[in-house]
């Protein structure tokens, strides 16, 4: 275990840093960054499962950044693709033969009859044809996804869906991890009334049904994306990640290097964000990781039954095949729920398959020998 | 004059098994030490495990507060400061002046800083210069511990150290504030045998140069032999022998010093192994009873030492003060 020989072959990454004069401290760091960047890299590689995950999630990067790029080029029209007021003017049609008419549509109990009758002409008669224009329309060259029922694009919105999802996730993750390192951090460190204190806090938070929740508050305030993620932030920062970090930072506070920072002076501010935090930090990146796959959930959730004011989100999608009456349709309109549903599973599973991935960095017992 | 004196110092840690966490009693870790330490000098804290050393230098460098007794450090204006009970205003004072190398120098670094953030760290902390002149003194610093040339060694992480180097960063921590007592606690026995005699060599230079003292808390009398001026043996929280490293060794008072020095083995395969004159081991002094802390182990034991409390620290001549009611000046 002791290294008895006292000289070392030089590492082939340091002489980059070398030479590097004071004024240029952050390319020091930027460096070392980038170093440990690259073992990392190459401990992940390894993990297929985590690798897979970057895929289906670099692959859902490049859908969110699609529509700029059409609408730039002119490749799409925003009068007909843009996720909310876009409108298919010129839907494909069907063939149909006028059976009978309905006068009065109280009195019929197929009510998506009554809704067709408003668009046949008057003139016609029993026995002739006409042609019926399709709203949900089925997918074509136009719609590679179809529209849905009030003619909109369904693609377009599903790329639209990616960037309320990546934005949402993220900013929940980052809300979690601030306050998850913060909070554990200063209860293991501090101990005693503040640790019990926060901690019975975050038991408070982990009782509290999250969805239960946030069903409450929609219906109390208009809520918008950004205020889902940061109260999805804290219920996830301040309960389960606060408290799996705590006993990390429990582990890392006992190190003699904590009292040798103690002994060189540090205050406690010091000491929790210059070594407790580094090193909880790994962990932490990992719990963030699986609170984007969980605010991806909540918000397809809270989208799909209409608590939250967002213009285009997946759950709101489904939402509106719900409100429309296709959801139980799926075989006839699959592309009004089927890539809405795929999407969410796709990327809040390819989050936690990455959390999963990065598992073996944080934790080397894991690691394949 | 001496740096620091201490007085009476008694740390007691309480005894709680079971259940409920009701406390039965006291490990008397600390129990009414006395010594001093001069300036530039080195003193060695030798005993077993278990005997309250590392203790004694936690307390020292304000990790431990104690529970009786007194630390005065000396001031270079000739007051004195009260570690015990430091104020506000002197508390940052007296961290530049007492720093610690810890035993295990692969637990006492933080992994996630580079050499050059870690022994920087005081610096940054007391906020002495600016980058620049920081850069400039981790410099200087590291190039005095050996670790040369220093830029390919600053922004190295510690898994990228061998443990002799590693411990050599630890030193260059402690000694960047140019502290006037550095707490050891045996800042060699984690290492390689075939580099400690580097590591004590470097740490004996420094504190001549800088004149800095030592508290070198060991286990180890060879290393105590090359390393400290005055020896302090120590035995269940009891100081029992104070003397000159070299008289001490040569012609130990107290039991307890003459079993310690007769159980180290002599490096010589065809000698017969030593004798140890002492039976069973080093007990913890739970509410220990009003006598000779000894008593139980000592070849020597008579009526007087179950019979009255352990005996005081006595000079017994020419420096050396012993415990021990056997003893007395004519043995010197």
């Given at each position: 275990m002791m290294n008895a020989v006292e000289t070392r072959t030089e590492d082939p990454d340091i002489p980059d840093v070398l030479g590097a004069e004071v004024d240029s401290w952050w390319k020091i760091r930027l460096a070392l960054t980038r170093r440990s960047f690259r073992e990392n890299w190459k401990i992940f590689r390894r993990n297929k499962v985590g690798l897979l995950g970057l895929v289906i999630i670099a692959f859902w990067a490049i859908m969110a950044a699609m529509p700029t790029v059409f609408f730039a080029t002119g490749f799409w029209n925003p009068a007909t693709y843009d996720p909310v007021t876009g409108l298919e003017l010129d839907p494909p049609t069907r063939t149909m033969v006028m059976v009978e008419r309905i006068t009065d549509p109280n009195t019929e109990i197929d009510r998506r009859a009554a809704l067709l009758d408003g668009r046949i002409p008057d003139t016609l008669q029993i026995g002739d044809t006409f042609d019926l224009p399709l709203q949900p329309a089925p997918p074509d060259a136009r719609h590679w996804l179809g529209t849905d029922p009030l003619g909109r694009d369904i693609m377009s919105q599903l790329m639209h869906g990616a960037r309320a999802s990546f934005f949402l996730g993220i900013l929940a993750a980052v809300v979690t991890v601030v306050i998850g390192t913060t909070i554990g951090s200063m209860a293991a460190y501090f101990g005693g009334i503040v640790d019990a204190s926060l901690m019975r806090l975050a038991d408070l938070l982990i009782m509290i049904p999250g969805v239960?929740?946030?069903?409450?508050?929609?219906?109390?305030?208009?809520?918008?994306?950004?205020?889902?993620?940061?109260?999805?932030?804290?219920?996830?920062?301040?309960?389960?990640?606060?408290i799996v970090l705590k006993s990390q930072a429990l582990a890392v506070k006992v190190k003699p290097f904590i009292d040798a920072?103690?002994?060189?002076?540090?205050?406690?501010?010091?000491?929790?964000?210059?070594?407790?935090?580094?090193?909880?930090?790994?962990?932490?990146?990992?719990?963030?990781?699986?609170?984007?796959?969980?605010?991806?959930?909540?918000?397809?959730?809270?989208?799909?039954?209409?608590?939250?004011?967002?213009d285009t989100s997946w759950g709101l999608m489904m939402n509106l095949a719900r409100t429309q009456g296709y959801l139980l349709q799926v075989t006839d309109y699959w592309w009004l729920t089927v890539p809405a549903g795929l999407s969410v599973t796709l990327l809040s599973a390819a989050f936690f398959l990455v959390g999963r991935g990065m598992d073996e960095i944080v934790n080397p017992r894991l690691r394949r020998r | 004059m001496s740096l620091v004196k201490v007085e009476g110092l008694r740390r007691l840690f309480p005894v709680s098994p079971g259940l409920f966490r009701r406390k039965t009693g006291f490990v008397h870790a600390v129990d009414d030490l006395d010594f001093e330490i001069g300036i530039g000098e080195s003193l060695g804290l030798v005993g077993e495990s278990g005997c309250g050393k590392t203790t004694t230098g936690r307390m020292l460098v304000g990790l431990e507060t104690p529970d009786q007794g007194s630390i005065v450090l000396g001031q270079a204006d000739g007051t004195q400061m009260d570690v015990v009970n430091l104020r506000a205003d002197q508390r940052v004072k007296f961290r530049r002046q007492v720093q610690m190398i810890f035993q295990d120098p692969y637990e006492s670094i933080n992994p996630r800083r580079t050499v050059f953030e870690t022994v920087g760290e005081p610096l940054l902390i007391h906020g002495i210069g600016d980058l620049g002149t920081r850069e400039e003194q981790?410099?200087?610093?590291?190039?005095?511990?050996?670790?040369?040339?220093?830029?390919?060694?600053?922004?190295?992480?510690?898994?990228?150290?061998?443990?002799?180097?590693?411990?050599r960063v630890a030193i260059a921590r402690a000694l960047i504030l140019q502290p006037r007592l550095v707490v050891a606690d045996e800042p060699t026995s984690m290492l390689d045998v075939s580099i400690r005699i580097s590591i004590m060599e470097l740490m004996s230079r420094l504190a001549k140069q800088m004149g800095v003292s030592y508290l070198y808390i060991t286990h180890d009398l060879a290393v105590a032999r090359y390393m400290c001026d005055r020896i302090a043996v120590m035995y269940l929280g009891k100081v029992v022998e104070i003397g000159e490293t070299e008289q001490l060794l040569a012609n130990p008072l107290h039991p307890y010093t003459q079993a310690l020095l007769s159980a180290v083995p002599v490096p010589d395969p065809s000698l017969p192994p030593p004798q140890v004159q002492i039976k069973g081991g080093i007990g913890k002094a739970v509410d220990p009873a009003p006598e000779c802390r000894f008593v139980d182990r000592c070849p020597q034991a008579a009526d007087v030492c179950r019979s009255t409390p352990h005996p005081p620290l006595e000079d017994k001549g020419g420096g050396r003060l012993v415990s021990c009611h056997l003893v007395d000046r004519s043995s010197i």
């Open positions: 239960a929740l946030l069903i409450v508050i929609g219906g109390l305030f208009t809520f918008q994306l950004w205020h889902l993620a940061v109260v999805i932030g804290i219920l996830s920062g301040f309960g389960g990640t606060a920072a103690r002994v060189a002076g540090g205050s406690a501010s010091h000491i929790i964000f210059y070594h407790l935090i580094p090193n909880v930090m790994p962990l932490s990146v990992l719990y963030m990781m699986f609170t984007v796959t969980g605010a991806i959930q909540s918000e397809a959730v809270l989208s799909f039954l209409g608590i939250l004011n967002t | 981790i410099r200087e610093m590291l190039r005095k511990v050996g670790l040369a040339p220093p830029e390919s060694f600053m922004f190295r992480y510690p898994h990228e150290l061998s443990g002799g180097q590693r411990q």
